[in-house]
């Protein structure tokens, strides 16, 4: 280690910091998935002291995945892994590049040697076997000292030594990304109703509006449902224009995505427009009977000045039973406000017991009439987000690094071995050494294998 | 059908797991052999249960792989559990593990068949699953959970090898701590590549690969644990105990982050299931 090495470089590039740094992101995350952040933490605010909930809200701990604590401690790990890499980097670079010499008198922590022995009789094919069965797992390279002495150097696997590196600039270029995008990304969202075309967009986080450089126009949202109610699967045809002239359409599902202009868009949700009409019948005694076609906050009138009704809701998919209109039906004498479902013969057959529970889903409450409802239309519209994250493409390089990484650091091991082949009066003296970056009972047990190979070469002879 | 079958792979697995106990008490080899023979015709059973299940879906006209609620998820940890004991108990050439390993994978299993909460019907996937991403995220997140469990199999091993009927059998502590680092080692790839996966389904789908829903933190939380054990390796030169425990600890990390965090509200909840 270089003399005089500051402190400031031995406490950044030690391993040890790593560990509490990483302690540290735990325990923050730990709290951050308890304490309720953001808008959810406005229960717990509201039974604080005043004083008590501006400290806690200046510290941010109510909004600590945008903290000023998270970005401390991934600056510092940021830091850290940098001069890490920077201290043993270049060791690690030397043992990836530096040619091997392991022979020659040198042990240089390699492996006890393990000899075999065999008869001088056609050394030359011998060695030329064992020079095949070396290639067959190594890179070679065979230096001929003279005297009847070769050597043999087998290697594979150097870039063991570059895993870790990878896996830590991998991370480096990950948090790189999730900071460009922390800062610099671009989160909108709209609702576009069928037929209609905007050109603003709400900002994510209440920054107010964008105006765009083009429109949206939704030409047409359609919804699939399973039996019992629940979305199978929606998609918009949205088309973008620019000066009323069509440039780009697609169609937009989720789980898939459309490209425009820089920005990405998503289906995230749909909804009914607020002007569905809604089919409604009613049946009362002594053969008083009607049918209309509401909107939500419509009134009308039951005959004979039974009563008026109003219109409370219309529902798309109430608590996934299907359409349902919420009525407020009053007289002088009475008063109800229920919920019509179109469904209802359905639910009611598999919930007998729904209208003696809950009386708001009884379409009878309002004595002695019975609504029904025969079916709600209209136009839905549909919820786009749109996304600009220049960060993206750093992450994902990131991932790629790390990924590639760790499969090298873990389970690629850089395997040395060399193999000196003498020549004695009457016998082949082979000797073998290895060397692994791992634990060397792996590279042990790799030169026991060797030895079997050669000593089975030879098994023939006699 | 399909959950006929995988009951009875809820007993199999106990039965392998009496074995292995009787293994311990009696210490005769060939109880080894049968309980490792038992636990992988489980396994086979096992696999052949969640294939009908898969067929069964299309039969219904909502095909998707078994990998979309709690059920189906618990019955596909107690797999990758089985799986990668299965591979590690080959190369491992030492038996006793078993008596750790697989009581986790029965009581998945037993969890699954037994708690009144969790549906084993075949249910339709909302729009937001209906993705290849779903298959592939679930399988190495699962994988890793796998090995983690094993690891954790490992760490408990450690503490125990010198206590009572463990004593004869249990392999040393080096190779256990070997073992340990190997089955992190792998469950840290395969968690990584399940975060990494959840992330670019995410990006499709909802338009960001990250946001800081608990189970996407916990898991960030748990990868970390496990990142502090890797490295504590070249700090303290934990050889021993400190790894056994870390191991644990990661394995609690693990349970909190597949159950605990349904307690929180968010995008993975399976209360709504």
Known sequence: MPEGRSVFKKFFSSVELTIALLVMICVLLIMATIIPQQEASRELLASLTPQMASFLKSIQVFDLYHSVWLFMLFALLSVNLVCCSWDRLPAAWWRFRGRWDGWAGQDGGLNAPREVVLSRINSGAVT???????????????????????????????????????????????????????????????????GETVRVVDLKGGHGFLELPFSIRCERFILERYEDGTPKTYRSDITFLKDGVVVHQGALLVNHPLSFAGYRFYQASYGIAPDWRADLEYRGDGGRKGKVTVSEGETFYLPEGDGVVEVLRVEDNLMHMGPAVKLLVSSPKQEASFWVFKDFEHIKARKPLLTETIPLFDPGLFKPYVFTLNGINGRYYTGIQMIRDPGVSLVALGGVMVFCGLIVAFFIVHRYVVVCIVEEETMLRISLKGWTNRRSFSMDKELQTLVQKIKALREGDA | MDTLILRWVTFIYFASFIVYISLMIFRRPVLGLIAAYTALMGLVLHTVGLAVRWKESYNIGIGHAPLSNFYESLVFFAWSVVAVYAVVERRLENRSLGVVVMPAAFLLMASASLFPGISSRIQPLVPALQSNWLTIHVVTCFFGYGAFTVAFGGGIMYLIKNVGVFTHFSPDGETIVELIYRMVQLGFVFLGIGIMTGSVWAHFAWGSYWSWDPKETWSLITWSIYAVLLHARYVWGWRGKGVAYMAILGFASVMFTYLGVNCLPGLHSYLKM
């Open chain 1, 128 to 194: 030329a076997d064992v020079k095949a069965l070396l290639e067959g797992g190594y890179r070679l390279t065979v230096e001929n000292e003279g005297d009847g002495v070769t050597v043999l150097r087998g290697e594979r696997g150097r870039i063991a030594h570059l895993g870790v590196y990878m896996v830590h600039g991998g991370v480096l270029v990950l948090v790189l990304g999730f900071a460009v995008g922390a800062f610099f990304a671009m989160e909108g969202y709209v609702n576009i109703v069928e």
